[in-house]
Every structure is written in structure tokens, then in C-alpha cells.
């Protein structure tokens, strides 16, 4: 699905999706996607967040305060909000303009940061977070570190991001999601035999 996104900003997406289904959302939007950013906790992202106080848990109670928890109907594939993809949009904006070729963690905070009126910039404001600050921020942070280039670039949806060139995913990815897509038809199977049973 993702090309041109690096393991940490891939960690992120599937972090995200985590949080919603956590919260028992059925749509992945911007305020998912930065309890991703912060629970990666590894990248640029996850960094300047740290250094402006911002934790996952204060995070995560002020994202239930704006959009309280969902009815738990969710489908294996979780939809993007329309905020969550202009953010996707904005990233790679961001990383193109910052002169990448692949999106990290710290180009999806940039474009988070550039949407300000999205229900993850309220959170930040609820959590006293100076925006210029952060931004700057991680622009120091990439200029001191080598961060924004320590992963190879992964899929991208071509929905969101118009590219004509089809690259390669890494093998050891691959790999995982026939994992996750096994799972899924195991614990499908599982329940459609339990179904059956106790209809009897």
C-alpha cells in the first residue's frame, strides 16, 4: 500500500490503525496517526514530541476528550479520514521539499503541523505545545542527525500519492503481511466454526 515511507513512518501507519481500533474507532484520522508518531518512539517525530513534554497517555486522554470512543464495529481495513489524507499529502510535500526521496516520521509531523486546524493539532494545543517551536525543532533535529535517511523507502498508495514508477517492497515486509493476512483468516475461520457450533 505504501512506497516511499520508511520502516519508522510504515511502524507509525500500523501504530495508528492500532490506536483506532484501541478506541474502537472504524476510520484512521490525524489524531491516530500522532499517537503513532509519538508511540514509534524512536524517530525525529517521536523526539521533538518527547522534548515538548508531549507522553502517549496525555496524549491519547485528550484525544478521547475531542472524539470520546467509538461503537468497536470495525472492519479489517480501516479507512483514512479526509484530513488523515491531505496529511499523508502534505508529508511527502514536506520530505520532497526538504529534498528526500522517501516520507519519515518527521515529514508526517511536518504535515500534521501544517494542517493546524486538525483534531491532532487540537490535541497538542490542549497539550501546551508551541507549533513554531516544534517545527523548528525537528529542523534541528535533522539538520544534528541522519535520521530522515536510515530506512529504505517503502509502498505508497497510489490513491494518495500519484507516482508512476512501482518499486519494490523489502522482502522481510512481504513476509509479514502474509502473516498478518494468515491471522486474520485463521481467527475468521475460527469464529465461523464457533458461529456454526453454538447455532446448533
Excluded at 15 to 26: C, S
Excluded at 58 to 79: F, L, M, Q, S
Excluded at 147 to 174: C, Q, R
Aim: aromatic share 6%; proline share 2%; hydrophobic share 45%.
Amino acid at each position: 500500500m505504501f512506497e516511499r515511507f520508511n520502516e519508522s513512518a510504515i511502524k507509525v501507519i500500523m501504530l495508528a490503525q492500532e490506536e483506532a481500533r484501541r478506541m474502537g474507532h472504524n476510520f484512521v484520522g490525524t489524531e491516530q496517526i500522532l499517537l503513532g508518531l509519538i508511540g514509534e518512539g524512536r524517530g525525529v517525530a517521536a523526539t521533538a514530541l518527547k522534548k515538548s513534554n508531549v507522553s502517549l497517555n496525555d496524549a491519547r486522554i485528550e484525544v478521547e476528550k475531542i472524539i470520546g470512543r467509538g461503537d468497536g464495529k470495525i472492519a479489517i481495513e480501516i479507512p483514512f479520514t479526509v484530513n488523515a489524507k491531505q496529511l499523508l499529502q502534505l508529508s511527502w510535500q514536506e520530505a520532497t521539499g526538504l529534498g528526500q526521496k522517501h516520507i519519515g516520521t518527521e515529514h508526517l509531523l511536518l504535515g500534521l503541523i501544517r494542517q493546524k486546524k486538525c483534531v491532532a493539532c487540537r490535541v497538542l494545543e490542549a497539550l501546551s505545545v508551541d507549533m513554531l517551536r516544534l517545527h523548528a525543532q525537528i529542523i534541528t533535529l535533522l539538520k544534528g542527525t541522519n535520521l530522515a535517511s536510515d530506512t529504505l523507502p517503502l509502498e505508497l498508495d497510489s490513491s494518495i500519492f500519484p507516482s508512476n514508477k512501482a518499486n519494490l517492497v523489502e522482502e522481510p515486509f512481504k513476509r509479514y503481511w502474509i502473516l498478518i493476512i494468515i491471522s486474520i483468516s485463521v481467527a475468521a475461520i475460527a469464529a465461523w466454526c464457533s458461529y456454526l457450533l453454538f447455532k446448533k
